[in-house]
């Protein structure tokens, strides 16, 4: 298995930008499909983006499509989320994940997380208006 560890996260005000990082250990990040979700105050767990285990293919929900980026480092074992023009409706804890599907398949499935097995225990970011 794989042991997932979320920073990089904190207080930032409204149009700036945060770097979230996905420190891995335990195992090689490389078999491995990664995910960013996050879940706001009092709101159900939500899609964020995925990354390819080549980091070929990238995924991102609609409401931060052109804001956030998803990439990965296999060599340091490491997924990383930039976050730009952040936005208050952005605050969330925002959790790292691992999915060892062999062919991963951008559905609905994967989208509710129900594909990924590792989980990091989660980061704040909160984005002040």
């Known amino acids: 298995q794989v042991q997932l560890v979320e920073s990089g996260g904190g207080l930032v005000q409204a149009g700036g930008s945060l770097r979230l990082s996905c420190a891995a250990s335990g195992r090689t990040l490389s078999i491995y499909t990664m995910g960013w979700f996050r879940q706001p105050p009092g709101k159900e767990r939500e899609f964020v983006a995925a990354?390819?285990?080549?980091?070929?293919?990238?995924y991102y929900a609609d409401s931060v499509k052109g804001r956030f980026t998803i990439s990965r480092d296999n060599a340091k074992n490491t997924v990383y989320l930039q976050m730009n023009s952040l936005k208050p409706d952005d605050t969330a804890v925002y959790y790292c994940?691992?999915?060892?599907?062999?062919?991963?398949?951008?559905?609905?499935?994967?989208?509710?997380?129900?594909?990924?097995?590792?989980w990091g225990q989660g980061i704040q970011v909160t984005v002040s208006s």
């Open positions: 994940a691992a999915d060892p599907t062999y062919y991963y398949r951008d559905n609905s499935d994967s989208r509710n997380g129900a594909t990924y097995d590792y």
């Open positions: 990354i390819s285990r080549g980091g070929g293919s990238t």
